[in-house]
């Protein structure tokens, strides 16, 4: 004859069982440290009085014994019974392994047949940016080999952390998404996120804000593979600092990936903390250079093809011989050149081409202003130009903010502080939170991508 819990557990499946603990769960914990820690459970089988469920990693299981081990006990025995057994299963492991703190509840682990785990949080990575379409050559073999290395076996290489670093527009950013999306195709159960430095230390002055940097803290160490772009930016910021040492340490002690990018080497970002410069130097360290020659060439036949274009090799060896700094200005010329053949319905000869690259000349010569970017992104939104340096709190008005900001930002030498007053007196965390929201719906939303390409490239023409 079946006990009362028994029956319970025959009666319901593993699915129907979850859903109770979580709805109890989410009722007892913030709404932050729900979705962090408890959403990205799921459920796997139900077996005479035992559940199990899936969880990402064996961090999982120490964050919540150490900080929720009394709510999830108590949550299980009312759910399933005062006789009632958890289970834990850790994606891809094989070897049981014992859950010792929860005392009325037998926590082993078992194996897992689950091939993939549902997203429950935003990676940021640009699936465009892949290891297919990122041109080698001379200049960054070296950081390419070291990152492709790392997308196929993250925490397991001697390239831990994998630092790469060179000037602006070179491709570092391309190069470490494109590691994300590799970790991602090898193994969809991974635990990957991309970040700037600016928008971590966002977070992280919200978190502290609301009283969550537990919850902050312990969600970038739950990852497989942390990567955050332009760590320069960290430099002056003490406290944020001291919690990447922290995330850091758990990371790379407990064999999970580190990726950084940054405009110089490890040794010379002074006023860095030394124990970061000195952990940061623990892997690899791989320089990307200006593209040579022929790299140029290649990035723009790829490029203009991508696009549906096919340039002569006359056309492609002459911009190439006369934009040679970085891979960004060589793509805007690219650009340029394309929009002045749509907007004025004209073939692409060498006389277009010649007057494109004079443009781009010229522009790099001119210095876009703050005004400028306003009275720009004003006509495209049909807001007056006085709505931006208000206090409204419109959606479109602030959307439109939000992009003459980053436009700020991304266009002239204008300091955080200089911006913010130019909008109405805002502080320069308003500017970084306005930046790094355009940047993340810049990778997340082709349409915003396409509107900002589009901007930037009237500004520029109108500056010119």
């Known amino acids: ?46 077996e005479n009085n035992t559940l199990k469920i899936y969880v990402p990693n064996n ?38 392994v014992e859950e010792p703190a929860i005392k009325q509840l037998v926590v082993p682990i078992t194996s897992s047949v689950q091939e993939t785990k549902p997203r429950d949080f935003e990676t ?3 699936p465009r940016h892949t290891f297919e379409n990122f041109i080698k050559g001379e200049g960054n073999q070296l950081a390419r080999a070291a990152a492709f290395a790392v997308g196929d076996n993250p925490g397991q290489t001697s390239f831990n952390p994998l630092f790469v670093y060179g000037g602006v527009g070179l491709g570092k950013t391309h190069l470490i998404h494109a590691i994300g999306n590799r970790i991602l195709e090898q193994g969809k159960n991974k635990r990957v996120v991309y970040i700037s430095s600016d928008a971590f230390t966002v977070e992280f002055v919200e978190a502290i804000q609301n009283d969550t940097v537990n919850e902050f803290s312990s969600f970038y160490k739950s990852m ?34 580190v990726i950084l990018s940054s405009d110089k080497a490890p040794k010379d970002l002074k006023g860095l903390n030394e124990r970061l410069i ?15 020659f022929e790299t140029r060439v290649a990035i723009l036949k790829n490029k203009s093809e991508s696009y549906g274009i096919i ?22 010329c690219l650009i340029k050149l394309l929009a ?45 130009e006085n709505k931006l340096r208000e206090k409204n709190r419109r959606k479109e008005v602030v959307f439109a903010r939000q992009v003459a900001m980053y436009l ?9 502080k200089t911006i913010g007053l130019h909008f109405g007196g805002r502080d320069h965390s308003t500017v970084i939170h306005s930046q790094t929201s355009i940047e993340q719906l810049v990778q997340s939303d082709t349409k915003v991508k396409d509107m900002i390409d589009a901007l930037r490239n009237k500004i520029e023409m109108s500056a010119s």
């Not at 900080?67 to 094989?94: C, F, M, S, W």
């Not at 911009?319 to 060589?330: D, G, M, P, Y």
Request: net charge negative; glycine share 2%; charged share 25%.
């Open 408 to 416: 700020s930002k991304t266009l002239t030498k204008s300091s955080l």
């Open 311 to 332: 340039l002569s090799r006359e056309i492609l060896e002459y911009i190439a011989q006369n934009i040679t700094s970085n891979i960004r200005e060589l793509e805007g």
């Open 1 to 46: 004859m079946l006990t009362t819990a028994e029956s319970v557990l025959f009666d319901k499946d593993a699915k129907t069982l979850w859903k109770e603990c979580l709805s109890l769960i989410k009722n007892n914990v913030p709404f932050i440290t729900y979705n962090t820690w408890f959403l990205p459970i799921k459920p796997f089988e139900v």
């Open 124 to 126: 940021y990575l640009n």
């Open 224 to 257: 497989d593979a942390l990567i955050i772009d332009d760590i320069q930016f960290l430099i002056g910021k003490e406290k944020t600092q001291d919690l990447f040492f922290q995330i850091f340490n758990t990371l790379h002690q407990s064999g999970r990936q």
């Open 59 to 96: 961090f999982f299981i120490e964050w919540i014994e150490e900080h929720y081990n009394t709510l999830i006990n108590r949550t299980v025995t009312q759910v399933l019974g005062p006789e009632a057994k958890l289970v834990y299963v850790i994606y891809d492991e094989k070897e049981p």
């Open 340 to 384: 002045n053949s749509s907007l004025n319905s004209k073939e692409i000869d060498f006389e277009l081409v010649k007057k494109t690259v004079r443009e781009v000349s010229t522009n790099k010569q001119v210095n876009v202003s703050i005004d400028l970017i306003t009275t720009v992104v004003c006509s495209h939104f049909s807001i007056e």
């Open 278 to 292: 000195s952990r940061f130097s623990w892997g690899l360290s791989a320089d990307i250079q200006p593209p040579d």
